[in-house]
């Protein structure tokens, strides 16, 4: 039976990293499970606190597909609020609750491929909405490309916001780097396929081909 949009936090079935942008690897093992504790939670263990996120995660991308793009927001913040003192950790480099020393790389390679995921879903449900954020939309998508510069999605994403946000050189700048990542891709096939609104659309791919001639 497929998983409904809901709030019940439960085991996430083997699926449960896929988001909308894609399944990006698998959850962690069984033989992961620590016995760490996170700073400002009682007893919560590393492996137990990415167990949560990837939960809420899954239930993101069940709800972004039945199109609950307010719901899939909230999960997708539920998932990174469960990881924010393991982020915190890594982000300053410090033993943050005991936690900074502890995690494992297989755990920092998670973390940090859910957080990728839920940023970047975070985007792809805002860019959604009648009225879209574009400012909220750039914040997003500059945290994935703080760590991982060469994300299509997110560059895309980036071009996108800052060309509504008048930022046009930026907006240049990040649709060419898009571009270049996928030179197989038809770069409208892309736009087409990112966006649902159909003048949004023609606005994108007469700014993309006009200006990167």
Known sequence: MERQCSGAVGKPSAGSRTAPDGARGAGPSSSSVGALQ??????AEPDELIRRALDFKSQGAQCYKEKKFREAIGKYHRALLELKGLLLAQEEDD?????????????????????????????ACLLQAELV??????????????????NFKALYRSG?????????NKALYYLKEARSRQP???????????????????????????RST
């Open 160 to 168: 996108v916001a800052f060309y509504h946000l008048g930022d046009y």
């Open 184 to 210: 197989t891709v038809s770069s409208r096939k892309c736009l087409v396929k990112m966006t649902t609104n159909e003048r949004r659309e023609l606005n994108y791919a007469q700014f993309f081909f006009l």
């Open 38 to 43: 996170r700073g400002g939670s009682q007893s």
């Open 133 to 150: 954020n574009y400012e909220r939309v750039k914040e997003y998508c500059l945290k994935v490309l703080k760590k991982e510069g060469e």
């Open 95 to 123: 033993d943050v609750g005991g936690l900074g020393r502890s995690l494992t790389g297989e755990q920092s390679q998670l973390l940090e491929s859910i957080e990728i995921d839920c940023y970047n879903s975070l985007a």
